[in-house]
């Protein structure tokens, strides 16, 4: 009897942390701010955990990162430290988890029913780099092993950065392209990015 009260107190400890994941984690149209901006790119440089900004973008102080390749407690254990941490000097504005562990979880309004357009590589432009290649070969690497229902994306700069995003959004992937060249600004400094493929499928203009 004590085992099964045991059991009980579990599963219900896990059913409130998955509500609780849900309502500290952003969504909505969202423009980060230079400032935060610069702070998710350096949050993105480090061994990343949890970064949380403000619901309009302006600004970000709550952001958690890995010292070590061992990190005490969970991502979840984080995320509303993140979020106190930024509302601590948001003035009164409410902030919500943006990226956990170098992914942007926050989940953008889009319309399902019609694609979004976003700039494909254009080969007269600019040639991709042989960094850019072998990160491409690598990817590929990805796509070949990833489960059907999970797809993913990769973009890429002038400057050489490279990034890539999965998720299991279903076409026309707005969510997942959008995220990929999300990341690959952020990473270039803000640079123009272009999506490159989605899954094997190279998107290139032709």
Same mark, same amino acid.
Do not use: H, W
């Given at each position: 009897?004590?085992?099964?009260? #045991?059991?009980? $107190? %579990? $599963?219900?400890?896990?059913?409130?942390?998955?509500?609780?994941? &849900? &309502? $500290?984690v952003g969504s909505g149209s969202i423009t980060l701010s230079s400032s935060a901006q610069k702070s998710y790119e350096k949050y993105l440089r480090s061994n990343p955990r949890v970064f949380a900004v403000t619901e309009d973008g302006s600004t970000s102080w709550g952001w958690? =990162?890995?010292p070590d390749i061992q990190c005490r407690g969970t991502r979840l254990q984080s995320m509303?430290?993140?979020?106190?941490?930024?509302?601590?000097?948001s003035n009164g504005k409410p902030c919500k988890v943006y990226d956990l562990g170098g992914e942007i979880v926050w989940e953008k309004k889009t319309k399902p029913e019609a694609e979004i357009k976003v700039d494909l590589y254009d080969p007269k432009k600019?040639?991709?780099? &042989?960094?850019q290649k072998t990160a491409f070969g690598? =990817?590929? !690497? $990805? %796509?070949?092993?990833?489960n059907d !229902? #999970?797809?993913?994306?990769?973009?890429? &700069?002038? !400057?050489?950065?490279t990034a890539r995003a999965r998720s299991q959004e279903v076409a026309p992937y707005n969510k997942l392209k959008l995220t990929a060249l999300e990341i690959c600004k952020a990473k270039s400094s803000n640079n123009e990015c272009v999506l490159y493929a989605i899954n094997d499928k190279i998107t290139a203009v032709k």
């Open positions: 009897m004590r085992r099964l009260i #045991v059991l009980c $107190l %579990v $599963l219900f400890t896990m059913g409130c942390k998955g509500a609780t994941t &849900s &309502s $500290l958690y =990162y890995c509303p430290k993140a979020i106190k941490q930024c509302e601590k000097y600019f040639e991709i780099t &042989s960094g690598r =990817y590929l !690497d $990805l %796509v070949s092993i990833k !229902d #999970v797809n993913l994306a990769f973009a890429i &700069s002038k !400057d050489g950065t």
